[in-house]
Every structure is written in structure tokens, then in C-alpha cells.
């Protein structure tokens, strides 16, 4: 075998589009909730890969699904299915609401399909005219440019000419409003059942059920988009579990494939029929390498083990940035659900969550921001309870630091 280059992260200033700034560190390696870098320095993950790496690093079922699928077959396109991509299909509509599978390869292009679906399905339906699309504010669907355009952050979606239209935000929680807005006009209504990216921000329940009655009122399509809360973070399957509100559509990526990239959007047989042949597609969607993974994924999530482990790791993390809270002052609320969490920073230290993660970096340890107000934590949801207590001293010494400063 030929030698390997060097690289380094001044390797990325030079052949890197720079819409990303890494970290200084480069990871090399994991296993479970711990990363190495160049260096063999060793980190506790708390990130997680942004939600993703559901099970830690080189989860054992999931190398092997792997390893079993790379040995068979890795390709196809979508003018055959395959086992992997049926069988995943089954165990996903097994667990859910949903009766149908579209696969996707990112969170964005799974949301894409639902945006177009909640389209075509009005047209069907009810004709030309109810094309709406009610989002609300901070939500995070994507990047691509209709999905960035659904999402509640105009920043992300200034600057590259003419938007996609018939698209309008609502403050989040805010029933009044959208009963204002809502309208047979209305197509769909997407919403996070909890917002990630825009400061990890949980709908109330009395909001998640005035949403649902509202679409009922004026036939639009709900989608939850759980590409975040989803694939057992939130101590459920899916968060709308936990509600007991279920969407007409609901998208799903992140977790789902552990660190391989797939997405998904579930919906009913009778809105899956307006994607006829030929409407929408993806080369890799249903690729079965990611769908071998994203199924053992699922095998291993969707248990009572999990699931409820889940839930005793959130009560450890909670009591863990309590004790840190007590000592140093630095939070004003700890808020979100299972293992998708967020501490939110008190007002001497509004917009400072990055110099919280850089801090924690310094100390071995990785966590996430949400916004510049709160610091995220969302780790492998079958993290050990000694790695929680490393990372939780790790993090304590990083807020001493910050605080200090
Ligand atoms: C990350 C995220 C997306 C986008 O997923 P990609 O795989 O990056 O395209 C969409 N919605 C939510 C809620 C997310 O957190």
C-alpha cells in the first residue's frame, strides 16, 4: 500500500471551500464516546457528530452491518429495490404512524420530499391555489434552497437570488398566530416538535395539539420534521411519540444512520400516492449499504433497553449541570428532552456559548452551541454513566475557565 500524505487542518485553508472554520484538532478515530486526534489526545463526545452518531463511535452492530452489506452489495439505483432498503422500510412503518418510505441521503433532501409531497398532494386534492407553507421562526429544515427557505432564519437563505414563495413564518409556540394566518390556502404546516438548531426549544403540548387541530380544520398536511429529535433521542422513537400527536408527514435523518448518511420521510399510503412514478427521486436514495446500517440502527434503538436508558441518562446529565450550575452560576434553565439538551446560558453571559465549546475543546471535550445562548449536548444515547461523569468534570473545568475569565 502507498504511503499516506500528510495533512493537517492548515490543509483545509488551502484546498477547503471556506463556508466551514474547524476546530484546530483533527479526530482520527473513535470508539464509543471517546475520539482521538492527530495527536492521540482524547476527547468525551457530548456532540456526538450533531445528533448523529446515535450509538457512539464504531458501535459494534453497526461495523458488522457494515462490514456484512460492503461485502455484498453496495449499489443499485433505484430501477431495483433491495433487502436492506425493505427491510428497513417495514421496520419503520412497524413503529410509526407511517404506511410509506421515501429515502433520502441527507435531513434537507428528506424534507425537500416532504415539501414537494404537501405541494402536489393540494393539487390532487383540493387544485391549483393551496400552495402555503407555514413555518416558523429559528426552525432549521436544511440547506438546500427551498428547504433554507422553509427554514426560520432568512440569514441562511439572503443572497442567492429569488426565493422559493408561499412560504411564511410564525413565531414558534404561538397558537394565536397561526390561527390567524392558517387558511384553506394553507398546504402545509411544518414545524420541529423541538427546535435543535434554533436553541433547543420544545413545543408546548398545548401548541403541538392546536397545530394538529388547525391542519384538521383547513386540510393541511402537518409535517414534524424529526431529523434532530429523532431515532430514539428523545427517549421515544419519535418525539411525537411523546406528544401523542401524529403528523401526516414526518422526516427523519441524523440518527437514523448512525454516522452514514440516509434520510427518510414517512408518511400515510394515502398522501405517499400523489409522489406518482416519475414525480420526485434520488440516485442513492434506498442505497443498501446505508440502509443496512440505518436497520441495525433501528434494532438496536427501538428496544425498551434504549429507549428507557435513554431517559436515565438525561436524568444523570440534568443533575450533573445542576451541580455545576450550583457552584458556578452560569445557567438560567436546562431545557430539551432525552438526550438532545441544552443549558442556557444567564444574561452575564448572553451570546457567549462558543467560548463555552472552545473551552470545553481545551479540556477534552465536545460539545455542541445551539444559537450563541445555549450550549448543546447530544451524545450516543447508550453513553456509559463513567464517560457521562468524565466529560460532566471535564465540563466543569471549562465553565471554571469561562467563568474565571
Ligand atoms: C440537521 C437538520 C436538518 C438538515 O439535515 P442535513 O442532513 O444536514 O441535510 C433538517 N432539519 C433539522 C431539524 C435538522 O436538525
Redesign the pocket.
Known amino acids: 500500500m502507498s504511503e499516506q500524505m500528510s495533512v493537517s487542518r492548515a490543509t483545509f485553508d488551502e484546498v477547503m471551500v471556506p463556508n466551514y472554520n474547524p476546530a484546530a484538532i483533527i479526530p482520527v478515530r473513535g470508539q464509543g464516546a471517546r475520539v482521538w486526534d492527530q495527536e492521540g489526545k482524547e476527547y468525551v463526545d457530548f456532540a456526538g457528530g450533531?445528533?448523529?452518531n446515535v450509538l457512539g463511535h464504531c458501535h459494534p452492530a453497526l461495523v458488522s452491518a457494515l462490514k456484512e452489506q460492503g461485502e455484498k452489495l453496495w449499489h443499485l439505483s433505484n430501477t431495483m429495490t433491495n433487502e436492506p432498503a425493505l427491510r428497513l422500510a417495514k421496520k419503520l412503518t412497524d413503529a410509526t404512524f407511517a404506511e410509506r418510505i421515501y429515502y433520502a441521503?441527507?435531513?434537507?433532501?428528506?424534507?425537500e420530499a416532504a415539501f414537494k409531497l404537501a405541494r402536489r398532494y393540494a393539487l390532487d386534492h383540493f387544485g391549483a391555489g393551496k400552495d402555503q407553507i407555514i413555518s416558523f421562526n429559528k426552525?432549521?429544515?436544511?440547506?438546500?434552497f427551498f428547504?433554507v427557505t422553509v427554514?426560520g432564519q432568512a440569514a441562511y437563505s439572503d443572497g442567492f437570488g429569488p426565493k422559493p414563495g408561499a412560504i411564511d413564518h410564525l413565531d414558534f409556540n404561538d397558537l394565536a398566530g397561526l390561527e390567524a394566518l392558517i387558511s384553506d390556502k394553507t398546504c402545509a404546516v411544518i414545524m420541529?416538535p423541538m427546535?435543535?438548531?434554533g436553541g433547543i426549544i420544545p413545543a408546548e403540548q398545548a401548541f403541538i395539539e392546536g397545530v394538529r387541530a388547525l391542519c384538521d380544520k383547513h386540510n393541511a398536511l402537518l409535517v414534524f420534521?424529526?431529523?434532530?429529535?429523532g431515532m430514539g433521542r428523545s427517549g421515544y422513537l419519535y418525539a411525537y411519540q411523546k406528544y401523542g400527536v401524529t403528523p401526516d408527514i414526518l422526516?427523519s435523518?441524523?440518527s437514523l444512520g448512525g454516522g452514514f448518511?440516509i434520510?427518510a420521510m414517512l408518511t400515510t399510503a394515502k398522501i405517499a400516492a400523489s409522489l406518482k412514478v416519475g414525480t420526485h427521486g434520488s440516485t442513492y436514495g434506498g442505497n443498501p449499504l446505508a440502509c443496512a446500517v440505518a436497520e441495525a440502527v433501528m434494532d438496536v434503538v427501538n428496544t425498551p433497553e434504549v429507549l428507557d436508558g435513554v431517559k436515565q441518562r438525561e436524568a444523570w446529565f440534568r443533575e450533573h449541570l445542576a451541580a455545576i450550575n450550583a457552584k458556578y452560576d452560569v445557567f438560567k434553565e436546562v431545557r430539551g428532552m432525552g438526550m438532545l439538551l441544552g443549558a442556557v446560558l444567564s444574561d452575564k453571559y448572553q451570546g457567549r456559548a462558543r467560548d463555552f465549546l472552545t473551552a470545553a475543546v481545551d479540556e477534552q471535550l465536545m460539545v455542541l452551541v445551539a444559537g450563541m445562548d445555549v450550549v448543546r449536548f447530544a451524545p450516543s444515547l447508550v453513553i456509559s454513566e463513567a464517560d457521562i461523569k468524565e466529560g460532566m468534570a471535564r465540563f466543569e473545568r471549562a465553565v471554571a475557565k469561562v467563568a474565571a475569565a
Not at 441521503?105 to 424534507?111: K, Y
Not at 420534521?225 to 429529535?229: A, I, K, L
Open positions: 450533531i445528533a448523529v441521503n441527507s435531513g434537507a433532501e428528506a424534507n426552525s432549521f429544515h436544511g440547506r438546500t428547504t427554514g420541529e427546535q435543535g438548531e420534521d424529526e431529523v434532530q429529535t422526516t435523518a441524523k448518511p434520510g
